[in-house]
Structure formats: structure tokens, C-alpha cells
């Protein structure tokens, strides 16, 4: 199921944006948000609640809500969330995301937001589960049913909804201008095809894969759009390879986990054309003075991050504000084929189950 799911996404991402993103005349129809938009433009602050790969499609929102949107956003484990006394300004609008509809931990959270007055936008894949319901307002990711326990078709669906939501309430803030929207709009709408093009490339991370499968640690580094996307390609080798990994943002490398660094350990990288490419070039030079093993995820034609990679995966080209949507896809396949390569169960890993319902 893990397999076809991944590669189920360009359907999925298609599915997700259809009918509801007109590339050619940027019109973004959210059906679902529309009666409480004017609420969300002119929110002091959105909260966005999630647990898991539903908590890193929230971080890639922040960047970009925060960068487009200009509205302040904080992003809180449900968990956590739902044991502290939050402080709940009126007008702030809470964004839970949930595969399932159904974990407890975010369910208790918007429960607990609502008694404080916040509006409730729900980022669910089930139609009619609990969250659906007990949200004031939202959108389905139409990312049909995942069965894998690792969480990847939902993911790549989260993010295109986010995507759309942060586009459609940028556009109607006035905080983007008409130009970098239209331009946004096209590229959201290449999504599919690109996620497509990308999935070529099975066989070269197949082998990748194992090149690395009998690592103990790895460690993914990625900046800016791309920080929780290297935390979700070391989550979903974690699930299925019971392989230890970490994600950091790559500048923190240098604050502790640089001490790791060997030539037994596979760091990846996720080193697409964006802001920050010279400062993340800078980080793989420094990686490899000290002889670990870089695999990078890189823009088609980036020779100088090739260099420095012992592999790499090329991805075609997309604006930096999309491209964490497509750059999951080779981490999904690595974490696939190295929990393949490593003769474990890929679609049910041990002691997880595939909706938490329970604390
Ligand atoms: O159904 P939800 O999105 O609320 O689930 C949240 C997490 O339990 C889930 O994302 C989990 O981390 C997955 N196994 C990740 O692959």
C-alpha cells in the first residue's frame, strides 16, 4: 500500500486541487472556509494544532501563512497543547490538520480551544470523521483512503490545501502582489505533473536506498520551506526502517549534532534552488570536511550541490514556496525502500497503529 500511495500522489494532488484552483485566472474556491474568510484575514494570530506528519504540514503552513499572509503563526503539538493553559485572543483562528479525523490528543485540543471562543478550521482527509465535524470550517485534502500507517498521500494532500488557503487569504489581505500570485497559482497547478516526473526516478533512490540500508543513524537537514520537510523524511524512515534519524534545521548542526558527524553516517540534505542555497551549500562543504556521507535532494543542473553529494536526486524546478510538496516525494521512496531492503513490513510497523485514538 506505502508504494502505491506515493505514487498515487499526482492523482491525489490533482484531485486535491480540482475545482478548486483556476491557474489560468488565479481563482482560489475554498467553499469550505469562504463564510469565515473575513475572520481569518483579519486573525491577531493562527494557531495550527496537529500530531505527527500532520504537525510538519502545520510548520511548512507557518513559513509560508507568515511569509504570504503576513498573520503571526504558531504551530503546537495537540499533546502538548492540550495539557497547558493556552492563551486564546479573541479573533484567533485554530487550524487543526488530522489524516484521520480521528486522533485524540487533536480532537481534545479543539475541543479545548472552542470553550475559549477560537474559531476551528479543520484540515481532515476523512470525510465525516470526528475533527470534520467538530470544526466551525474547513477542507478535505481528497487524498482517499490511506491505508500505509506511514502517512504519505495525506501528507503531499495537507500541504496543497494549506497551500491554497495561505494563496487565497494572501490574495484576499492584499499582501501579495498580483504578479507573484498569478505566478504562485501556475506552479501550484504544475504540481502534479512534476510529483510525476519526479517518481521517474524510483530506480535511482531504489539504489540509494541500498547503498544506505545497513546505516544506524541518519540525519536530514534542510533551511527555511524545507526544515520540516527534513523532519518528515526522518520521521518516515524512523516508522518503517526502525533506523534511528533526526531532522534539523541545518544551521543547528553546528550547535550538537555535528559531533555525530563521520564517515559511517548518511546525512541527507534537502538542497533545492531557494533563499537559502548558498548557506546550505556551505553546510554540505562543511559535512563533507568531515567525510560524512551526503545524499541531497537538488535542483535539476545544480552541479556545484552535486559535487559535494556522493548521491543525489534531481527535482525540476518549481518557485521555493512550493517545492516542499514535491521534495517529500524521494524521502518517502528512500524511507520505502530502505525499510524494503531491510525485509521489514512497510505498511504496518511495529507497535504503531494508523490513527491515534487513544492518549
Ligand atoms: O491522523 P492524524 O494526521 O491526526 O495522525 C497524526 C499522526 O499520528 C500521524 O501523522 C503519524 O505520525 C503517522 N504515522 C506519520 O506517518
Redesign the pocket.
Known sequence: FMLKEIFDQPQTIHDCLRGRLDADTGQITLSGIQQYLSEIINAPRIIII??????HAGLVAEYIIEELCRIPVEVEYASEFRYRNPIIHKGDVIIA???????AD?IVAIEKAKEQGAIILGIVNVVGSTISRISHAGAYTHAGPEIG???TK?FTGQLAVLMLMALKIAHAKNTIDEEKYLLLCKELSKVPDKAAEILLQENKVKAIAKKYAAAKDFLYLGRGYNFPIALEGA??LK?ISYIHAEGYPAAEMKHGPIALVDDHLPIVFIATNDTFHAKIVSNMQEIKARKGKIISVITDGDELAAELSDDCVSMPWIDEIIAPILNVIPLQLLAYYIGIENGHDVDKPRN?A???TVE
Open positions: 496537529a500530531c505527527g506528519t500532520s504537525w490538520i488530522s489524516q484521520s479525523g480521528e486522533t487533536t500507517v506511514a502517512s495525506a520521521l518516515k516508522e504503531l494508523k490513527s491515534v
